[in-house]
């Protein structure tokens, strides 16, 4: 099965069980490198298929991307610098971090153009996995949309591989 180009991933509920701007207080620390505590003592950690996805996409030369409404972007930016996959912060393996309310069809277009990938993009080589069907908007752009629906655990194995399937 061939991946494509580029994953881009939303955050809260995607790859970890929280709003960042409702959940967490900071300042946060690291409870263990993969989990962080706030200053409430409440502890948050990436969803459990969440890790192996990451290191696979960056071993088989996948471009990864985050794109998040969050409208606490500090919030979510300390969450990727302190939340570690194999001991490396978990910002690290994104190629690049996209912000802002409003339609991910502007942070999917800004990633591409900051990446060089304008035409992959166009050619249907990106995929994006999100919980919020809202975000089906990237399709008018090329990007495919994979929706984590009735989903406990955010972004499974078997909702990542659904997603492969159809790129396929
Ligand atoms: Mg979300």
Not at 49 to 59: A, C, Q, R, T
Not at 68 to 74: D, L
Not at 96 to 108: A, D, E, F, L, P
């Amino acid at each position: 099965m061939k991946y494509p180009k580029a994953v881009v991933f939303d955050l809260d509920y995607t790859l970890w069980p929280c709003w960042c701007d409702v959940h967490i207080e900071l300042p946060i620390k690291n409870h263990r490198p993969d989990e962080i505590v706030d200053s409430y003592g409440y502890k948050l950690k990436l969803y459990k298929d969440v890790p192996g996805i990451i290191k696979e996409l960056k071993d088989n030369g996948v471009t990864i991307i985050s794109a998040s409404r969050t409208p606490t972007v500090h919030i979510a930016k300390e969450l990727i610098s302190h939340i570690k996959i194999d001991n490396i912060p978990m910002k690290d393996y994104f190629h690049s971090s996209q912000w802002g309310t409003g339609s991910k069809t502007r942070h999917i277009k800004n990633a591409a153009k900051e990446l060089g990938l304008e035409k992959e993009l166009a050619n249907g080589e990106f995929i994006l996995y999100d919980d919020e069907y809202r975000n089906k908007d990237v399709n008018s752009i090329g990007c495919k949309f994979v929706y984590l629906r009735d989903t406990d655990y955010g972004l499974t194995r078997e909702l990542f591989e659904k997603g492969l399937k159809e790129y396929n």
